[in-house]
């Protein structure tokens, strides 16, 4: 059965837990050099971010890269801010979760709910995002339901639009509800260190 594999991958991986202005932060440093950092929020248990890391070609520590939160790190040097600065009024796509469905805002898109269309493609196992004005056009997975082999289910999917900001949101399947809940007994046996740990903050 799929669903133990990576929740045996996440028990195998070295741990280090912080914790920090009402946040647990989790490290973790999977056997193949891969690293994730994960933030939930203490009393809720709810995901906040994640974010993944892997060596580059040279062997060197690459990039964070962001799978659910907030797109940008305050970790960035100022020049580094500035050069990559977007114009304020182009669309922002994140990802936050509550603790019943993975959740997606595109923030900056003005036009009325009428105008989207949401659906599955079920054989590349993606969703798209389709305006029937043209203006806006996007295609995402959803990593979880990879790592646990599990299919995407159309009648999962719906969204709503408010504020300019059009919010996607897919239900969680049993199986990984009940995973989360697993994981989160366990994460919550690790000693969290009492100082700033190096590993959690890793830029």
Excluded at 40 to 51: A, E, F, N, V
Excluded at 93 to 114: A, G
């Amino acid at each position: 059965m799929a669903v133990p594999s990576w929740l045996e991958r996440l028990r195998a991986a070295g741990k280090t837990a912080l914790v920090q202005d009402g946040k647990r932060k989790i490290h973790y440093l999977f056997e193949d050099g891969k690293e994730m950092a994960e933030e939930y929020d203490i009393k809720t248990g709810q995901l906040i971010s994640r974010k993944w890391r892997e060596k580059n070609t040279l062997g060197g520590t690459g990039k964070w890269q962001v799978e659910v939160g907030e797109p940008t790190s305050p970790l960035l040097g100022a020049l580094e801010s500035e050069l990559i600065t977007e114009s304020s009024s182009n669309p922002i796509f994140m990802r936050k979760d509550t603790l019943s469905s993975f959740q997606w805002r595109i923030r900056n898109l003005p036009y009325p709910k009428e105008v989207y269309s949401v659906c599955v493609e079920e054989e590349q196992r993606c969703c798209v995002i389709r305006t029937t004005n043209k203006k806006y056009y996007k295609k995402f997975s959803i990593p979880d339901l990879d790592r646990y082999h599990l299919p995407l289910d159309a009648a999962a999917l719906s969204f709503t639009h408010a504020n300019n900001t059009l919010i996607i949101t897919y239900r969680k399947p049993k199986e990984i509800l009940a995973a989360e809940e697993q994981l989160q007994k366990e994460l919550k046996k690790i000693k969290a260190a009492n100082s700033g740990d190096g590993d959690c903050k890793t830029q």
